[in-house]
């Protein structure tokens, strides 16, 4: 796969580190439930999907009962880990899903606001991340076996943070500014 000029622009992925630490942003929206001002692009229906992030995020934290410290889930027991495995797969599912719509909606918004036309390079290096996050939420889902689901949540965790910190922040930011431009038709929706 080409790597394009914009996919070079370089944000800290934090990449190994839990979402805990990447920033004080992460923390910011973790704890209020909103997201910080510099990830609102002012486009109402992206800013909506992204913060159903938020709470996969918040959800996910909510499976196992220390998925910092544990390196596997073996002295969880036999029910815990089955609990776990449960909650993970059923928000795997639902992030799954989302990612298939909101993809689906960013795209839209590329060809509807004409960006496409006007920077196809940018807009394939935005498309070609959201191929990556969906591959690696594959990826995850494939690697799923009941005694490492706290490294699955650690590997989701780090992956739905980055989105928000990173994708968002170079991507869905440009796009924003794309669409809110003065002569954009897409300006009010």
């Known amino acids: ?53 938020i709470g996969a995020i918040a959800n996910l934290r909510r499976i196992c009962v220390d998925q910092t410290r544990l390196e596997n889930c073996i002295a969880c027991g036999h029910a ?34 004409l960006l496409i036309v006007a920077d196809r390079e940018m807009c394939q290096a935005h498309m070609e991340d959201h191929a990556e996050i969906a591959a690696k939420v594959q990826e995850i889902v494939s690697a799923l076996d009941s005694v490492h689901i706290v490294s699955r949540i650690r590997e989701l965790d780090a992956l739905l943070a980055r989105w928000m910190t990173n994708h968002v922040a170079l991507h869905d930011m440009m796009l924003s500014r794309w669409v809110m431009r003065d002569d954009s038709l897409l300006r009010h929706l």
């Open 1 to 53: 796969m080409a790597t394009t000029a914009q996919r070079t622009a370089h944000i800290s992925s934090g990449a190994g580190v839990s979402a805990n630490l990447l920033s004080d942003a992460v923390a910011h929206w973790l704890g209020t439930g909103n997201l910080p001002p510099q990830l609102i692009t002012g486009h109402a229906m992206i800013d909506h999907e992204h913060r159903f992030l």
């Open 80 to 113: 815990r880990q089955v609990g776990c495995e449960n909650g993970l797969i059923g928000l795997l599912g639902d992030v799954f899903a989302f990612i298939l719509d909101h993809f689906k909606t960013e795209e839209a918004v590329m060809r509807e606001s």
